[in-house]
């Protein structure tokens, strides 16, 4: 009979965290979110904490392992381990906390800072298949601009608790409505609030992207040198006259010279015939173009770069990617991999050189445009960078032809929402096959593209000043927040247990 009972909590349990998972993009139930954790606040009622870790890993291991499912095709075993690994910091943040009438308060705030490890530990994080990924389609999508994606985190986790707590009536017939009413009501407030956090319009300009297409799955080194190249020099020619700019995805152009033109035996971009092609176009349609290239830098390095171009063949702009893919533009501890005989030669031959910083370009005309480059999308303190430099608008240049199926790439147009809504500002993201789209500061997604399409999309967008919150201040208060709740949860709990209820009677 125990063990019987035990299969049946881990299935709640991995059922819990499935409904999580059903949340997020592609899928987009939203609603669902609150429904698994409300699940899982009922399970670890008077567990053990070793069995409420077992139920919050498997409720993790149920929410995580399809929404990170797109790294299954690049490596079996990064993914199981990665997979196990987060859902354990989720696992120790519900076995820490104090149980009793406390616990509904300090679990919202404890899986919130596993959160914060996940997104940050270990090689830089992975914030991928976040609740806040799932949740900016829905009313809490506003609380972007107010505390970013932890805000939104833990509000999810915080109503979710609460809807758990609710729940208790149906099992024990009384009802503690403080915790419900006072989670809602709070949540309520800070929802409506978050108008008072707009940006000023200064202006708008007509922006173009361009989405070269082809097929889906394809790796560089399998891909001839020029192919993308040339898929987008032929759908640039559909680009209107009278844009203001006109932007390519990353990884787009890898620069060709003779030989008399390399520099130390490298081909830089200035130097190179796709400069000529590029500056061809924008003379061609009176506009500068931002694309994306990879250069050499040394046998063992490259960059990955978005460059502004002018019709004149200059560059008047050009950022270097900072935060690189782990085990995708890099290989950390690289010498030790390669040791266990993992064959990094094969899948990443060398490392990105990471760039200095800021995250913007300028651009004549338009001023300051924030830059976040592919993976960069899902940090937050990377589009602050160059926003909070005065980037007027942003751009994503990314590169998702390597994945299969549409998880990682509806997931980032997700983050490119996020990123709008905190930043207060315009998105525009571009990859070669897909997808692409506009996103406005309210978080509305316009002209998507399809996947493999051919497509050039023009969209008029408004210029913007003036911070957010989240822009001013980043995560900091939300983290310093939940520790303070996860340690007054424990203090209270810890002064229930210690202090008698009432007085002695006197004799």
Sequence with gaps: MALRRRLLVAAASLGA??????????????????????????????????????????????????GMGWMWSFSVPGYLVATA??????????AVVPQGAWRWLALPAALTLAEVVRFSFPFGGVPLASLAIGQ???????????????????????????????CEVVVTRRFRWQPVAGTVGLVAVLVASASLADTDVVGTRRVALVQGGGEQGTRAISTPKRLVLERHLAASQEVPAGVDLVVWPENVIIPTCAPADEVDGACLFSNSRELIEVAALARRVGAPFSV????????????????????????????????????????????????LGAPTRQLVPRDATPGPGPGFVEVP??????????WEVFFGGRARDGVGAGGGLVLNPTNGASYEGTILQSQQVASSRLRAREMGRWVVQVAPTGFSAFV?????????????????????VELRRGLTPYVRFGDRPVVLAALVVVAGAWWAARRRTSVPLTAPRAR
């Design 17 to 66: 965290g499935t409904l999580v998972a059903a949340s997020l993009p592609p899928w987009g139930w939203w609603p669902l979110a609150f429904v698994g954790i409300a699940v899982l606040e009922r399970l670890g009622v008077g567990r053990s904490r070793l069995g409420y870790f077992a139920t919050t890993w498997l409720f993790a291991v149920g929410w995580l392992a399809p």
């Design 292 to 339: 994306g290239i990879t250069e050499d830098d040394g046998p063992d390095h490259f960059t990955n770069a978005q460059v502004v171009v002018q019709p004149d063949g200059t560059q008047t702009g050009r950022y270097d990617k900072v935060r690189r893919v782990p085990f995708g533009e890099y290989v950390p501890l690289r010498a030790l991999v390669e040791t």
């Design 136 to 166: 900016v389609a829905g009313p809490l999508g506003a609380l972007a601009p107010l505390g970013g994606a932890l805000a939104i985190t833990w509000a999810t986790f915080a109503l979710g608790t609460a809807l758990g707590v609710a």
């Design 365 to 374: 005309g338009i001023g300051r445009v924030g830059v976040v480059i592919s």
């Design 85 to 94: 690994a987060y859902a354990a910091y989720l696992g120790l943040a519900a």
């Design 440 to 460: 406005s500061p309210d978080g509305t997604v316009l002209d998507r593209t399809a996947q493999r399409e051919r497509a050039v999309r023009v969209q008029e």
